[in-house]
């Protein structure tokens, strides 16, 4: 049975940074392109970030770049999320995503989603 079991969401404040992870299990990890996506209340889910099977290649929407950055660690089955300078529209509920034939950036390619783990943006 595959599970993506993300952690690290919570309640900071504006300016915070905060590390989210996602511990894969059932499936042969390094052949996935991994991503991250996120939806807010009342919007639709939309992409956050990917990196390749390799973790040699990652790919963050315009908005966000310089700000999320993106990791794995294939002994590990762990891929990490990196967010700074957080701000209220960053609130939502962020979901890790294992895409086994494609890029993991659009949601109705993605073969396994997590649980997904809910970040809070307040102060």
């Known amino acids: 049975q595959v599970q993506l079991v993300e952690s690290g969401g919570g309640l900071v404040q504006p300016g915070d940074s905060l590390r989210l992870s996602c511990v894969a299990s059932?499936?042969?990890?390094?052949?996935?392109?991994l991503g991250w996506f996120r939806q807010a209340p009342g919007k639709d889910r939309e992409f956050v970030a990917s990196?390749?099977?390799?973790?040699?290649?990652?790919y963050a929407v315009d908005s966000l770049k310089g700000r999320f950055t993106l990791s794995r660690d294939n002994g590990k089955n762990t891929v990490y999320l990196r967010m700074n300078r957080l701000n209220p529209e960053d609130t939502a509920f962020y979901y890790c995503?294992?895409?086994?034939?494609?890029?993991?950036?659009?949601?109705?390619?993605?073969?396994?989603w997590g649980q997904g783990t809910q970040v809070t943006v307040s102060s």
């Open positions: 995503a294992a895409d086994r034939f494609g890029s993991a950036r659009r949601w109705n390619e993605i073969t396994y």
């Open positions: 990196i390749t099977s390799s973790g040699g290649s990652t």
């Open positions: 059932g499936l042969t990890f390094r052949q996935y392109t």
